[in-house]
């Protein structure tokens, strides 16, 4: 399913017993730098760490390091038509969630609008920042949950975009509180990967 170099597909439960299919989609420093980077000012981003958390209850996860400039809307399409080939394969869309954070955040939301299926789920983690005000036709589908760190300057609250769907399937936000601005969520800390997989247990039905 993925097409470049790095692709972690943790394959746990037994060879096709995947309680959900979750894709990660990692911010922009990875890009540049691989998948344990340091940030002069936000410290180590454990990519690897995060898909294993992320993996815990024995989803299947679907991840890679995007190319050096990667352009969002572009990646999201292929995220798109990975999720098309799994529901046509016959994987539930309830059971299908895109997280993306920061870079990896922006993905997600354009995988959204470009989806458009109310099903399938989608956590935008430090996602929305000054630039989803500037694409007004940014429309997201789907389940939504915004998780965003209170200290964050980048980015905040996702609220003003979800409502911009008011046939939105359902949306919810967590804004925790590190103190770690974004680099709360370069490790797989407990304050927020708990919660996001919380969230995607109760979008099974």
């Known amino acids: 399913m993925s097409r470049t170099a790095f692709l972690l ?28 980077p340091v940030h002069e000012r936000f410290g180590l981003y454990d990519y690897p760490a995060i898909v294993e958390a992320l993996a815990a209850d024995g989803d299947l996860i679907i991840s890679e390091v995007r190319e050096s400039g990667t352009k969002a809307h572009e990646y999201a399409q292929i995220v798109v038509d ?9 994987d539930a869309p309830e059971s299908i969630t895109v997280v993306g954070f920061s870079k990896g955040g922006s993905i997600a939301i354009y995988a959204s609008m470009l989806l458009n299926h109310p ?81 995607v247990r109760s979008r099974k039905r």
């Open 9 to 36: 597909c943790l394959l746990l439960l037994g060879e096709f017993a995947f309680a959900e299919t979750i894709f990660y989609l990692h911010g922009r420093i990875i890009e540049e730098e691989g998948p344990r």
């Open 82 to 90: 990975q999720i098309e080939e799994l529901i046509a394969k016959g």
């Open 119 to 199: 099903d399938v789920n989608f956590v935008f983690i430090a996602a929305c920042a000054d630039w989803v005000s500037s694409y007004p036709e940014l429309i997201v589908s789907g389940n939504v949950f915004s998780i965003y760190e209170e200290s964050d300057t980048l980015a905040g609250s996702c609220v003003s975009l979800a409502k911009r769907n008011e046939e939105l399937s359902s949306f919810s936000e967590l804004a925790i509180s590190t103190g770690k601005e974004h680099g709360a969520f370069y490790l797989p800390a407990s304050e927020w990967v708990d919660p996001l997989l919380v969230w």
